[in-house]
């Protein structure tokens, strides 16, 4: 899914159906009162029936616990000034499938993402400092992702998610912590995963992806799986910042090979 930078302009705060889907257009509202654990503003029901939210520009922070258990949103997107996502942001929304992080995102609090169990891939973006405890604990079907060399990851940011099941050590004490933490910085780091590297980056270029893919082999090596099962493939079409689309890369493979043979 991708957003253009131009829609922007013409969103407006509020709920309504937009491209056949309940969406609200959130502008940093606190929708959730947690000391009193009670909504503000829009009631159960409705939080209910939202399918998308989509973080209009301006946006600097998701306050905490703002979309706790909106079990019916598939889809969030997030304008770019969004710096901050804070502690149980997004807890238990458990049909949540795609999140488009902010390119600036620095930080995510703790439990922000626990039990979204319907989520499997997530790019956390070059400029993000830290992760905070638990912050993907239980999204027992997340296994594609981007997470960048420098973020600090707190305790059990992976736990019970499916990743962690990947691992090849058994990650139930604190002893294990730096263990996954490293690991799932690593998972594509051998030479032999540069292709996975390069499609689960943050700007995945189409030349370098057909350039890497030419050297291993052609379009087979699209569909090389890494250590965990992943292919270069899957890496691809989950990642929502790559504007490569897989098909041209084939369709110029067999041309330049047609080309070869005249």
Excluded at 10 to 31: A, C, D, H, Q, S
Aim: aromatic share 10%; net charge negative.
């Amino acid at each position: 899914m991708r957003v253009q930078t131009e829609e922007w302009q013409r969103f407006i705060p509020g709920v309504r159906m937009y491209k056949g889907k309940m969406t609200l257009f959130y502008n940093g509202e606190i929708l959730w009162d947690h000391e009193n654990y009670e909504f503000l503003i829009y009631d159960r029901k409705e939080r209910q029936s939202w399918q998308v939210i989509i973080i209009l520009p301006g946006v600097e922070v998701i306050p905490r616990c703002t979309f706790i258990e909106c079990r019916n949103v598939k889809t969030v997107i997030m304008a770019n000034n969004v710096r901050r996502i804070d502690a149980g942001a997004f807890y238990k929304c458990k049909n949540l499938a795609f999140v488009k992080l902010s390119r600036n995102l620095e930080y995510v609090g703790e439990e922000a993402f626990m039990n979204c169990t319907s989520l499997t891939s997530i790019f956390i973006p070059n400029s993000c400092r830290e992760i905070a405890d638990s912050a993907f604990k239980c999204c027992d079907k997340l296994i594609i992702l981007h997470v960048p060399e420098h973020t600090r990851l707190g305790d059990g940011v992976f736990y019970k998610a499916a990743l962690a099941d990947k691992s090849s050590r058994i990650y139930d004490i604190i002893e294990e912590n730096e263990h996954m933490n490293a690991w799932v910085k690593s998972i594509n780091d051998n030479d032999e995963y540069g292709l996975h590297r390069l499609c689960s980056s943050m700007d995945p270029s189409e030349d370098e992806i057909y350039e890497l893919m030419c050297e291993h082999g052609g379009p087979c090596a699209m569909a090389k799986k890494n250590s965990i099962g992943v292919t270069p493939s899957e890496y691809l079409a989950a990642n929502p910042y790559a504007d490569v689309d897989e098909k041209k890369l084939m369709k110029r493979f067999v041309l330049e090979k047609m080309g070869e043979i005249v």
